[in-house]
């Protein structure tokens, strides 16, 4: 059985930083296009970044652009995103999300609909 589960949300001060991680079990997502996804209270659930399985494809939301960064580390099933310059307006519960199939090395998908598993989010809070 696929499991997605995210750890590192916190609560944290605007300009801070936090890691967070998801990992994986019940199969081995090497060869699957990743992403992350978040949402805020009272509102829809949005694209934040996607890397392809080989890593060397990224892409990110442009309200996380130069400030977020999306990575992998196939060894250990594991993807990492880690967010710094943080504001308040990045606050919401983080998603991780793996794709039912894999996909080519350059592969990536942003949307909701393009991703069968889903981790159970970890909240971030970003004070003011």
């Known amino acids: 059985q696929v499991q997605l589960v995210e750890t590192g949300g916190g609560l944290v001060q605007a300009g801070g930083s936090l890691r967070l991680s998801c990992a994986a079990s019940?199969?081995?997502?090497?060869?699957?296009?990743m992403g992350w996804f978040r949402q805020a209270p009272g509102k829809e659930r949005e694209f934040v970044a996607t890397l392809s399985w080989s890593g060397g494809n990224t892409y990110y939301a442009d309200s996380v652009k130069g400030r977020f960064t999306i990575s992998r580390d196939g060894a250990i099933n594991t993807v990492y995103l880690q967010m710094n310059s943080l504001k308040p307006e990045d606050t919401a519960v983080y998603y991780c999300?793996?794709?039912?199939?894999?996909?080519?090395?350059?592969?990536?998908?942003?949307?909701?609909?393009?991703?069968?598993?889903w981790g159970q989010g970890t909240q971030v809070t970003v004070a003011s």
């Open positions: 999300a793996a794709p039912l199939v894999g996909s080519g090395g350059t592969d990536y998908y942003t949307r909701e609909d393009e991703y069968a598993y």
């Open positions: 019940g199969r081995t997502f090497s060869s699957y296009a």
